[in-house]
């Protein structure tokens, strides 16, 4: 079996190649090791999304990335289908990946260096995105055009305001600050 460990870096300009661009926030892999069939990674979040993470049962950045990798080839894809998806325990910041190719897709699993089962995720099916018909998709299509702004010059100013709250020092301290500034 002849393994192969890419760097992160490398990795992700190999998905942006492809049409698939994550930015810093989503940017969770360490570390990737792969053969013909299986792989490997090691993933971190960043410390732009870690205040976030106690919102999610499952980071969307950690989940991006083992997706991101389960194209063909691990080329950048397009999600068709996961015929099934199980959350065992909440997934931490810092963890560990393995795809498996199968006869009925792909199976994406994380877990910690114990080999304990976080979320698993079984027969996926992906598409390759083609990069010349990335930026032309129906699907995404570029729609920019330069316009005029209709927006004021200067930023209204208000002339009441409403305020209201349980602690009336907060809100005498507002109005104060409020008034101050001329509102």
């Known amino acids: 079996r002849a393994e192969m460990t890419e760097q992160a870096d490398d990795c992700y300009a190999h998905l942006a190649e492809g049409g698939l661009e994550l930015g810093r926030r989503m940017r969770t892999l360490r570390r990737l090791t792969r053969d013909r069939s299986d792989c490997e990674m090691e993933l971190m979040l960043p410390p732009i999304a870690e205040s976030e993470s106690y919102a999610y049962s499952a980071h969307p950045a950690l989940v991006e990335t083992g997706l991101a990798l389960c194209g063909p080839n691990q080329q950048a894809a397009t999600l068709q289908r996961i015929r099934e998806i199980r959350l065992v325990a909440p997934l931490p910041g810092e ?77 005498d301290a507002l109005a104060a600050e409020l008034e101050k500034r001329g509102a």
């Open 95 to 171: 963890s560990q990946g393995r795809i498996t190719s199968t006869t009925e897709g792909v199976d994406l699993r994380y877990f910690d260096s114990s080999g304990r089962l976080f979320v698993e995720f079984r027969g996926i099916e992906m598409h390759a995105l083609r990069p010349e018909t990335s930026q032309t998709s129906a699907l995404y299509p570029v729609l920019w055009a330069p316009a005029e702004s209709s927006l004021p010059s200067t930023a209204p100013r208000f002339q009441h305001w409403i305020l209201d709250g349980d602690d009336p020092t907060v809100i």
